[in-house]
């Protein structure tokens, strides 16, 4: 049987410079955005998984592609 590998992108939402940068746009998309094409494009990995303790960033993650199995909690971040 073949592993599974997996990509994990962790995201805090209140992020000590810029809060919820993940989710601001930059060149028209989420900064998010960027991040899950270059690593769906590399081909390397069977699941890309988000790692957040923030709703809106979650949102914004499941609806690009990333797989959200639930919010961690605030003192994980």
Known sequence: MKKKIIALVCCRQNSR???NKKIKNFNGKPLLYWTFKNI???NLFDKIYLSTDGKNIS???KKLGFDVP?????KLA
């Not at 639930?70 to 605030?74: A, F, T």
């Open 17 to 19: 410079g810029i809060k």
């Open 40 to 42: 769906f494009k590399s």
């Open 59 to 61: 949102k914004v993650g």
């Open 70 to 74: 639930h919010l961690r909690p605030k």
